[in-house]
Structures are given as structure tokens and as C-alpha cells.
């Protein structure tokens, strides 16, 4: 559905002003590209404040505490 609704978007950008659009159907691989050093770190850091969370908690949970889970 993202991929349908970005299409569409790149499609009225072709028509108001085809230069930019083909400009970004070229730059957005390069970018892609770009950002997937800050996805490793982000996920790096996600691990990390995790495993924090869980040695902070873990007094707690051998307590008997059990956290309820997220609302979906």
C-alpha cells in the first residue's frame, strides 16, 4: 500500500515538473544507500537501550513483577 501511494505521489510530481521527478527517480537509490549505515546503528542502539532495560528490570522480574504487554 506505502509502495502504491508513493507511486502516486511520484506521478503527480511527473506531471507538475517531470525534471525534479526524474531527478529524484535518480537520487533516491543514492540516498537508499545512504541511510543504511544510520539503520545499523539505529538498530544497534535499539539492542543496546533494550539489553539496558532488561538489567535494570531485572531485579523486579525475579520479584515475581510481570509487565503487561502493549495495547496492539
Do not use: N
Not at 511520484?10 to 540516498?31: M, Q, S, T, Y
Amino acid at each position: 500500500m506505502r509502495a502504491l501511494v508513493v507511486f502516486l505521489l511520484w506521478a503527480i510530481l511527473l506531471v507538475l515538473c517531470w525534471p525534479l521527478a526524474l531527478v529524484l527517480l535518480i537520487l533516491w537509490p543514492i540516498l537508499w544507500l545512504l541511510s543504511i549505515p544510520f539503520r545499523i546503528v539505529g538498530s544497534l542502539m535499539e539492542g543496546i537501550l533494550a539489553l539496558v532495560k532488561a538489567i535494570f528490570l531485572l531485579p523486579a522480574r525475579l520479584l515475581g513483577y510481570r509487565p503487561t504487554p502493549p495495547a496492539p
